[in-house]
């Protein structure tokens, strides 16, 4: 089965621009995280959906938001970029929003880089 | 407000030999799951071991295992037998027992193998 996969691999933005990336989790898998990775950082979160729902949201201005549609993927935008948010975008999904079993897996992430 | 530190930035070990990472972690809660992911240069991260916090016995993965102290809040990963394919970024993580899956990372620690 594929993992989680994110597109793109990298993009390069300039400040003010909108950006969207997009996640499509493991089959079977109905919730999707987001996490900011800035360089020699860990990951930070940024929102979870469950069901199309948002679930969680992190410390984050209002300048990010993200949706899932119907078949549980999920796209993250974010508005007026900053130089930074450049920083690694993760996407992890897992079967349900609370299973010990069942942990989040992620994705190789989206290298987004502000000019 | 839940915390993760992890206040060793780098550590290296020779190949073969054992090695400990150290994390400790701050919460209110009684009930929670602690995980050590790592992160290769590939940029995905993988869940390398979990630990549920009711649980007493440390959990073990083959080479990998813990030292979870629950009253000091401390979740160390020892890897025994190094190999060089163990050469990556490791994160400590802390997620609470209930609705919302987010994690909570560390700031991680670069591990290096020595041939």
């Given at each position: 089965d594929a993992g989680v996969t994110q597109s793109p691999t990298h993009l390069i933005k300039t400040r003010g621009q909108h950006v969207t990336l997009r996640c499509s989790p493991i089959s079977g898998h109905k919730s999707v995280s987001w996490y900011q990775q800035v360089l020699g950082q860990g990951p930070q979160f940024i929102f979870q959906y469950y069901e199309k729902e948002e679930r969680g949201r992190g410390n984050?201005?209002?300048?990010f938001s993200a949706r899932q549609f119907p078949n549980y993927s999920s796209e993250l935008n974010v508005n007026?970029?900053?130089?930074?948010?450049s920083a690694l975008y993760l996407c992890a999904s897992s079967?349900?929003?609370?299973a010990y079993n069942q942990p989040q897996h992620f994705g190789d992430g989206t290298r987004l880089s502000i000019l | 407000a839940q915390t993760v530190t992890q206040s060793q930035p780098e550590m290296s070990v020779q190949e073969a030999e054992t090695v400990t990472l150290s994390c400790t972690y701050d919460t209110s809660e009684s009930d929670y799951y602690l995980f050590w992911y790592k992160q290769p240069p590939s940029r995905q991260m993988i869940l390398v071991i979990r630990q549920e916090a009711y649980k007493q016995q440390n959990a073990t993965e083959n080479r990998f295992s813990v030292n979870f102290q629950k009253a000091a809040k401390s979740f160390s990963l020892k890897i025994s037998?190094?190999?060089?394919?163990?050469?990556a970024m490791y994160f400590c993580a802390y997620r609470p027992k209930g609705a919302n899956s987010k994690l909570t990372f560390g700031k991680g620690i670069t591990l290096s193998v020595r041939p």
């Open positions: 984050f201005p209002d300048r007026a970029l900053l130089l930074g948010d079967f349900s929003m609370d | 037998d190094s190999q060089l394919g163990d050469a």
